[in-house]
């Protein structure tokens, strides 16, 4: 989703598939990274962060290179979630490319609401944490990976002669099956992980009353 909601912002939206590969490959190989460092290093009990897990120090040095990335996180997702709203509010109106007061004035009103929302979700729910993960997986999950290979099968099948274009481009093929393949798995393993996860830590107590610190 956010693809496409930064790509219309973009000067030539023609460029957007080589922000994409840049960030897919950055991303997965930076993942995949830090991923195989924190298990070797820390084990498989690892806290959430899993920065919280290094000695007091070393956390301390994480949480204050992270925190400025978590920052900028949030505001891409309100922004994110914001735009939507102002989009379908303005859609046909002078206000979505003009600066008047009212564009502005609902701009900001919508930028609040939606930190505030967030703010009130994450404070006032106590598994909030594993919410993450359920939307993680059920979109998440399809939004990085399933929806780009279903994208490609489906372009390939209406513009290259359906089968045909398959058999052209086996290599591509079958690297989109592969990743709708992989967007399906993590969407029920992650599903199943996270549900499994708020069992046991209501059955041990650990889930704390809602806008507590506990």
């Not at 899993?50 to 956390?59: G, M, V």
Request: proline share 3%; hydrophobic share 55%.
């Amino acid at each position: 989703m956010q693809f496409f909601i930064l790509i219309s912002e973009m000067r030539r939206p023609q460029d957007a598939m080589k922000a994409a590969y840049t960030l897919q490959i950055s991303a997965t190989t930076f993942y995949a990274l830090f991923a195989a460092v924190t298990y070797i290093y820390l084990g498989p009990d690892v806290a959430s962060p899993s920065f919280t897990s290094l000695p007091l120090k070393w956390s301390k040095a994480a949480y204050a290179i992270a925190i400025p990335n978590f920052l900028v996180a949030g505001s891409l997702y309100s922004h994110t979630a914001a735009k939507l709203l102002f989009i379908r509010l303005f859609r046909k109106s002078r206000h979505l490319h003009e600066h008047t007061a009212v564009g502005w004035g609902v701009w900001i009103f919508l930028i609040v609401l939606m930190n505030a929302a967030a703010f009130v979700l994450a404070i006032g729910v106590p598994i909030f944490n594993y919410l993450i993960g359920i939307a993680a997986s059920l979109f998440a999950s399809w939004y990085t990976y399933g929806i780009a290979g279903a994208f490609w099968l489906y372009d390939s099948w209406m513009d290259k002669g359906r089968f045909e274009g398959w058999k052209r481009m086996w290599v591509m093929c079958g690297v989109s099956w592969l990743t709708l393949a992989a967007g399906a798995f993590i969407c029920v393993a992650g599903m199943y992980v996270t549900v499994k996860q708020i069992v046991d830590a209501y059955a041990s107590g650990e889930v704390s009353e809602p806008f507590s610190c506990g």
